[in-house]
């Protein structure tokens, strides 16, 4: 596994939040809308032109890659308006000092139109798009002020996105109504022509609040779990049932970000995202205002790191907060974890899950623990050889062949080619 200490080995990544937490829906299980109360002293939760432009210019000059990735997100990215990405995209020439810079936006879909996709197709933008699945599942939770739901307009979005050949994937959420049916999410995704998928689980706690709802801060314990969140049980169920149908039929033809992160991890490289890394810390949120924050899930007042008009970012992500923040996600890892064997594959998963405590008593247990052990526990033999395959110079997609000659009795393949689960950190 590649290691390292050097704070300037990983690439400083900001992702900007031009409008804050202002969205056009009100998703039951969103930790977004909330983040308006830090700001009740502003009347617009907009980002200036004058603040765009300094973020731009500090942003690349930051950078320690040739290669420059901007992220706009949310709330909702497309209520500013399209004047304010074609001035993005001006500044960023402007500043490029011969690096190579791309754009990715998130979105709930509902917004996009034909002149949003020209856009994104003419200048090369990669779209995320929050959809949850089949119509029952996305309605569920994915509904507007008004209480209408959203999926019609956001799979209008998508064909759209489609008509104008945008690049664009999927982002998942997996709660507690559609984490019982992941065979119907996932062909649903298959349906629509959509190759890359990020299944996240929802995990949030409610604690009481004279403003009403109100979510726990990471890894706080004693408040109540939310009840969109997925069980432990659930989230090892949907993964392993989803793992059996993707590992038979579709590897190297549809991607799955855990699985790509959890095959990474077992072959010693880095996983592509923070959750299921070593550390992290190198990927912070900036909000509308210039406030800059360690992650997108920690923008809370402790978690502040500071302000892009009176601190360069080079100071802010580099610094002594920062580091510790990254270098926590191994530092508090519990006893329990030190001692598993899949320590390497999960890493002790996403600090803000870690609520809950080991069977020993000890805190900082995650909660979703259970549910990752019995995937990773499931899907080892087929992990195994895929890194053989990898280690050897051949495509992973060979377990596909082998799966089918083996008639669904691979573990006992498995054994016979006489590998065993590498245990390494």
């Known amino acids: 596994m590649i290691r390292t200490t050097a704070p300037f080995a990983k690439p400083l990544y900001v992702m900007a939040k031009p409008v804050g937490a202002l969205c056009n829906l009100a998703c039951d299980y969103c930790y977004y809308l909330e983040k308006s109360n830090l700001y009740k002293d502003v009347s617009k939760h ?10 731009v210019q500090e942003y ?19 209520m500013r308006p399209l004047d304010f ?32 996709c020209r856009f994104f197709r003419e200048n090369n ?24 739901p959203s999926f019609m307009t956001v799979m209008h979005g998508i064909e759209l996105l489609n008509r104008h050949g ?17 065979l119907e999410f996932y062909r649903f995704f298959k349906s629509i022509g959509c190759r890359y998928i990020q299944f996240t689980p929802v995990v949030e706690r409610i604690c009481s609040h004279q403003d009403g709802r109100h979510l726990a801060a ?34 190297g033809q549809y991607f799955i970000q855990l699985f790509d992160a959890t095959l990474a991890n077992w072959v ?27 992650c997108d899930h920690f923008v809370f007042p402790q978690y502040k790191l500071g302000n892009i008009r009176r601190n360069t970012l080079v100071e802010m992500m580099y610094g002594e907060k920062q580091q510790a923040f990254g270098s926590m996600k191994q530092t508090s890892l519990p006893q329990q974890c030190r001692q598993c064997e899949f320590l390497f594959a999960c890493n002790g998963e996403c600090p803000k899950n870690r609520f809950v405590r080991t069977a020993s008593g000890e805190t900082g247990l995650n909660y979703l623990c259970k549910g990752y052990y019995t995937f990773f526990k499931h899907a080892a033999p087929y992990m195994d050889f895929m890194k053989n395959e990898l280690t050897a110079g051949r495509a992973p997609a ?8 083996s008639q669904g009795r691979f573990a006992t393949l498995h054994q016979n080619m006489g590998k065993e689960t590498e245990k390494t950190e």
């Open 125 to 148: 933008w990669l779209v995320g798009v929050s959809i949850d699945g089949p119509q029952e599942f996305h309605d569920r939770y994915r509904r507007n002020r008004e209480g209408v």
């Open 218 to 251: 990471p890894m706080q314990e004693g408040e109540r779990t939310a009840g969109f969140s997925v069980t432990p049980e659930q989230w090892g169920s949907f993964l392993c049932t989803l793992f059996d149908e993707w590992v038979g039929n579709d590897v």
């Open 268 to 294: 010693g490289e880095q996983p592509g995202v923070c959750s299921m890394a070593r550390t992290c810390g190198h990927a912070a949120v900036m909000e509308f205002n210039g406030d800059i924050y360690s």
């Open 60 to 78: 690349i000059r930051s950078q320690t890659m040739p290669q420059v990735l901007f992220t706009w997100h949310g709330g909702e990215a497309l």
């Open 85 to 116: 990405y074609k001035k993005a995209m001006a500044l960023q020439r402007r500043y490029a000092g011969g690096r190579t810079i791309d754009n990715c936006i998130q979105t709930n879909g509902t917004l996009l139109t034909d002149e949003w």
């Open 398 to 405: 060979n377990v596909m062949e082998a799966i089918h000659k």
């Open 46 to 55: 907009l980002m200036s032109d004058e603040l765009l432009e300094r973020f």
């Open 166 to 182: 945008v690049e664009w994937n999927a982002m998942a959420v997996v709660n507690n109504h559609n984490g019982d049916h992941p």
